[in-house]
């Protein structure tokens, strides 16, 4: 949080730099937090503004990743001036906004996951039950498709319980807990789901049913 915003009559002046920012590059505004009083507690002295992603001073570079593509982004700002109109909040309650907004982000992604979870879920059993069928029956194998079957259950638990919080209007942690064990859970579905499929697995492409398409017989 070293991104600096000082008053300057009706506006602020923004320098600093910020990095990861979600489709900076495609974006007309963006949700700034930057430290408006450096002289009290850390979390205490941030101030949340509505950015204008077009106003000059505002640089974004595009960070590519491994697959080619640039979701995320470095912005950079110089003397940039946001009106005092495109503060969000009271000047120092930047920290109590951000918490809100990823708790309320969080839950947002959550429906997505849960979906996809339990697609994932099914997509293990159905694979392992036609590599059975094919006469594979590893004793391992059986263990982590059960495994995968019970924690993508889990995690829909996790999902129905930060939906429940989130419409009592109290949003909490459980959203952040299912981004992370739903990244892991897939990754360890995804390694399960090509183990299956042996070498032909370096033909796949992507999607999401790929490999239950070549896994199990037609």
């Known amino acids: 949080m070293a ?19 979600s489709w900076a590059h495609i974006a007309g505004r963006g949700l700034l937090l930057a430290r408006t009083d450096p002289d009290v507690p850390k979390h205490a002295g941030l101030t949340a503004f509505v950015l204008d992603m077009t106003a000059p001073g505002v640089e974004v570079r595009p960070l590519r ?45 959550g429906g997505t996951m849960k979906r996809d979870t339990a697609e994932v879920g099914a997509e293990v059993l159905d694979a392992y039950r036609a590599a059975v069928d094919r006469g594979d029956h590893n004793p391992v194998r059986r263990d982590e498709a059960v495994r995968l079957w019970i924690e993508a259950n889990v995690n829909n638990l996790i999902a129905e319980r930060s939906a429940a919080a989130t419409n009592r209007g109290r949003p909490g942690p459980e959203g952040s807990v299912l981004k992370l064990a739903t990244a892991e859970y897939r990754k360890r579905a995804a390694n399960f789901l090509v183990d299956l499929l042996g070498a032909a697995a370096m033909l796949v492409a992507s999607g999401s049913s790929w490999i239950v398409d070549r896994v199990i017989p037609s």
Request: hydrophobic letters at 35%; zero cysteines.
């Open 3 to 21: 991104t600096r915003a000082r008053r300057d009559g009706d506006d602020w002046v923004v320098d600093g730099q910020k990095v990861w920012t």
């Open 65 to 109: 990743q491994m697959t080619g593509e640039a979701e995320f982004n470095e912005v950079y700002l110089v003397n940039v001036r946001i009106p005092d109109s495109d503060r969000i909040g009271e000047v120092g309650e930047g920290w109590r906004i951000a918490t809100t907004t990823l708790m309320n982000e969080r839950f947002s992604l």
